[in-house]
């Protein structure tokens, strides 16, 4: 009797039990199902929201690119368009360019130097020969996007490559005082890409010029230490990923934590050096500085440090062209301490710049 | 490597075909010949391959003027001659006298036309060829 009264109690115990955690449950539970009911047309006002304003956004990229557009002299929409041929688009992206602004000069050239534009000026056939030189241009096997060359003489020439051109060639705008304008470049080589139903894809590859630390500063020449010491000195303040310096074939002393792996700057150093040769010898002048600029969006910059042309200053920045005051400070640096290079002095536009 | 200068060297002539060829790998040799096919200057890596385009560039220009005025391509202003070993590339200086450059195997032609026209323009603006 006990034992069926000593059930019957726990029975009763653990009905109560459960009855009572029920009641006790029962209102979290209402509160959590309200909750969430809440939640579940907050999610779907959300959604409509969401979609709501991806249908403005769409709208605001459909105007916005019809503007932009419209700002480039394209048509409306690219369907529908006929390609053009390879013949007939060098002359149309010149008189494009042309009439966007002007310049001394602009070639469209293959990469064998010869122009498949009208010869209009006495430099016409030197710039298709400097394109040449730029479309073989090669650091880590990528070609630039964009050469900018500055000549001692205050001449400027913009090479770049068009994408997607069958044979290889390149746009080349010559101009005095000051580069050709980067957006009308940009707008020129747009229209050459739609004019040639050409689809441009992001860069998949390393970018060539940027990415690897020189773990330990490098120098091979006595002045070493010194060099480095003022390397370290620039690079701290002018936002540079890497400087180096180069005599003749070989550098001679760098520092970076983020340029060109070790065995790309020394192709990097001659790759720019040889551009640099060829495109004075072609121009008929001497190069002051040259901007070698990759598909990934960085640049490296050469300069040449002193009057003979031996050492050069090269720099590498993720983010776009080197400062010039920067650059041209420690290349006025550079030449006192290099042998050969400080005697003649710096050229009198170098004076006026650093004035 | 055996070079080749012509007597005029010194002269105006002499100095642009040198400084075209200076820091020049491509080229092989760089001359300037008059109408009678005399050498007004060159230089060259090699003595033959001036001797050879003495030889035939005065014929080659004769042809060539005749080809173009028949065709009524007009007065010849520069023309390549793209070989599978060298290349070579003629610019007219006055109407009589050439300028000759020529380039070794893989030089690009527009770089080699280039180049001729510069030292067309060169000795013509020097007054390379008034002696």
């Not at chain 1, 705008?173 to 441009?200: G, K, M, Q």
């Not at chain 1, 303040?237 to 070790?262: N, T, Y």
């Not at chain 1, 041209?328 to 170098?350: I, K, T, V, Y």
Request: net charge neutral.
């Amino acid at each position: 009797m006990i034992e069926l009264a000593l059930i019957g109690s726990a029975l009763g115990s653990a009905a109560l039990a459960a009855a009572t955690t029920a009641w006790v449950s029962r209102g979290p539970r209402l509160r959590a199902e309200k909750r969430l009911t809440e939640l579940e047309s907050e999610l779907t006002r959300e959604r409509s929201s969401t979609r709501r304003k991806l249908t403005e956004l769409g709208l605001v990229h459909a105007r916005t690119t019809g503007r932009l557009r419209s700002a480039l002299g394209l048509p409306p929409s690219a369907s529908g368009l006929e390609p053009m041929s390879a013949r007939k688009l060098p002359q149309a992206l010149r008189e494009r360019l042309e009439g966007l602004i002007e310049v001394d000069a602009v070639v469209v050239a293959d990469a064998s130097g010869l122009a498949w534009t009208r010869e209009e000026s006495r430099s016409d056939h030197a710039l298709a020969a400097a394109s040449a030189a730029v479309l073989a241009s090669r650091v880590a096997g990528q070609g630039p996007r964009v050469v900018h060359v500055e000549l001692a003489d205050a001449r400027h020439v913009v090479i770049c490559p068009i994408p997607g051109s069958e044979p290889a060639m390149a746009l080349a705008v010559a101009s005095t005082s000051r580069p050709a304008s980067a957006f009308a470049i940009d707008a020129a080589l747009a229209y050459a890409a739609e004019a040639r139903l050409h689809v441009s894809t992001d860069p998949t590859e390393p970018d060539p010029l940027v990415g690897h630390a020189l773990g330990q500063a490098r120098a091979s020449s006595a002045l070493g230490p010194q060099l480095i010491a003022e390397l370290e000195r620039e690079s701290s303040h002018a936002g540079v990923g890497m400087l180096a310096i180069g005599v003749g074939d070989d550098i001679v002393a760098a520092r970076g934590s983020d340029g060109p792996s070790v065995a790309d700057l020394s192709a990097l150093y001659l790759e720019l050096r040889t551009l640099m040769d060829r495109i004075a010898h072609r121009m008929g002048g001497r190069v002051r500085r040259l901007d070698w600029s990759s598909s990934g969006g960085s640049t490296a910059s050469a300069v040449s440090v002193g009057p003979t042309g031996r050492s050069l200053l090269i720099g590498a920045s993720r983010a776009g062209k080197l400062d010039v005051g920067s650059f041209d400070r420690l290349a006025g640096r550079l030449r006192r301490l290099l042998p050969n290079e400080g005697s003649r002095g710096a050229q009198p536009r170098d004076e006026a710049r650093h004035a | 490597m055996s070079r080749t200068n012509d007597a005029s060297q010194s002269s105006s002539t002499g100095l642009a075909v040198e400084e075209l060829r200076r820091d020049n790998p491509d080229l092989l040799g760089a001359l300037v010949v008059d109408g009678r096919g005399a050498i007004r200057a060159a230089d060259a890596t090699t003595t033959g391959v001036v001797e050879a385009a003495v030889a035939l560039v005065v014929p080659a220009r004769e042809l060539l003027d005749r080809v173009a005025a028949e065709l009524g391509c007009g007065a010849i202003k520069s023309f390549v001659l793209e070989g599978d070993r060298a290349s070579m590339a003629f610019a007219d200086i006055d109407g009589s006298s050439t300028a000759i450059v020529i380039g070794n195997n893989g030089s690009a032609p527009g770089a080699l036309r280039s180049d001729a026209l510069n030292l067309s323009e060169r000795v013509g603006r020097r007054g390379g060829m008034a002696s």
